[in-house]
């Protein structure tokens, strides 16, 4: 499938124009950031792994009738999405504390909490996205009331699925990260899921060995981010076949760079 002009290029992703209005192309990079871009790497085969389990956990919500931007996975790297207007705000759905929330709370790591705690983060690079309340989404008119009572259900809908699907292959969902975005639709805006669900937005930990298998590998130098990857892949029934695997090549992850900003 042909792609058009670069649309926007992210810190993993770079999304074209697709082949009809309305459309556009997702594309995964190896590339690895954390820390705002303070840490940065190249890890070979992680985009490969990120598309085809994004697409699995999105094609599955399509399923218990959640509406996501995906409309198919073209090859390794790409996947056709509809193009919507993205909500500018990250919403963290959170199950048991860990990573900013403990550093900025002093709430213990690996505290259960009693029920699923979701946070606000404006998308905002240049600000290190921050933490915001409701009322400064409304306010700034990122988001209505109405939009955010409904993302509030959706994350909590997806969160339950999500929690049991990993739970099914051994895994805790600890927490995770959604992006929404509008749909025109007859003149109405639909709010539906975008951007990726995958090791790289979530926080997965082996129920056995609380073993982290997610980007927490790379965001702490721990080390076999691929196999972790991989791991996660295999259990949800994705890339079981070797014949699938073998045609990337997983090299070593290149040497990280740290860069003051
Ligand atoms: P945090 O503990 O660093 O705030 O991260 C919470 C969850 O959100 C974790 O699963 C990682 C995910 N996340 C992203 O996907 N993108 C981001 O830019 C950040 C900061 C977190
Ligand atoms: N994605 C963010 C960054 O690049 C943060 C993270 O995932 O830890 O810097």
Redesign the pocket.
């Known amino acids: 499938m042909n792609k058009g002009k670069k649309i926007h290029e992210g ?2 992703k770079i999304l074209y124009e697709g082949p009809e209005k309305g459309t556009a192309i997702q594309h995964f990079k190896d590339d ?9 790497s190249s890890v070979e085969g992680k985009g490969v792994l990120n598309n085809r389990i994004s697409e699995h956990i999105l094609n599955s919500l399509n399923q218990i009738g959640i509406k996501t931007h995906l409309i198919k996975r073209l090859n390794m790297r790409e996947q056709l999405i509809k193009l919507v207007e993205i909500i500018p705000v990250e919403f963290i759905v959170r199950n048991i504390a860990t ?1 900013s929330l403990t550093k900025k709370l002093g709430i213990p790591d690996g505290t259960i909490l009693s029920k699923p705690l979701i946070e606000y983060s404006y998308k905002n ?1 240049q600000l290190g ?1 921050p933490l915001v309340a409701r009322e400064h989404i409304i306010e700034f008119n990122w988001a209505s009331s109405l939009e955010l009572d409904l993302i509030k259900d959706y994350c909590l809908r997806i969160n339950d699925f999500m929690q049991g699907m990993f739970r099914g292959v051994g895994i805790k969902l600890v927490d995770f ?1 959604l992006e929404f975005g509008r749909l025109d639709k007859a003149g109405n805006k639909e709010i539906i899921l975008a951007d990726e669900i995958s090791p ?2 979530c926080r997965l930990w082996d129920v056995q060995s609380e073993k982290k298998l997610d ?1 927490d590998r790379f ?1 702490k130098d721990l080390g076999n981010i691929i196999q972790a990857y991989q791991e996660v892949a295999r259990r949800l029934g994705i890339m079981h076949e070797e014949a699938n695997i073998s045609e990337v090549q997983f090299g070593k992850p290149k040497a990280v760079n740290l860069k003051k900003k």
Do not use: I
Request: net charge positive.
């Open positions: 810190k993993a690895a950031t954390a820390f705002n871009n303070l840490k940065k990573g690079d996205d990260k790289d937005t980007k965001r």
